[in-house]
């Protein structure tokens, strides 16, 4: 069943989340903490996402290249941008949905 799950994050350079996530729809804060808010599926097998938190002015390494912006958030006077990349594929995606049709 598709559902949307909230996962707390942190403002570390790199955080794993697993999951069956189809789709990251957003980063915001929430009380305080930044919060990736995903489309998942649990009839799905599991399928983890490396997410990257770059603050403005902070270098980008070679890998942001293969990763898809998700969002930014304000902090008082900091700005951070989050990144994604999917670090396990399921195959033929397309496979997986045709039930679903």
Do not use: A
Not at 43 to 68: K, W
């Amino acid at each position: 069943m598709r559902k949307i799950y909230k996962y707390p994050l942190s403002f570390s350079d790199r955080i794993v989340v697993d999951g069956s996530i189809i789709c990251p729809l957003t980063v915001q804060m929430q009380n305080g903490v930044p919060c990736l808010w995903t489309v998942v599926d649990d009839s799905l097998p599991s399928r983890s996402i490396e997410v990257r938190c770059v603050g403005t002015g902070m270098p980008l390494t070679r890998d942001i290249d293969n990763m898809i912006y998700i969002s930014t958030v304000q902090v008082g006077k900091y700005v951070f941008h989050y990144f994604y990349k999917y670090i396990q594929e399921w195959g033929d995606i397309d496979e997986l949905f045709r039930s679903d049709t």
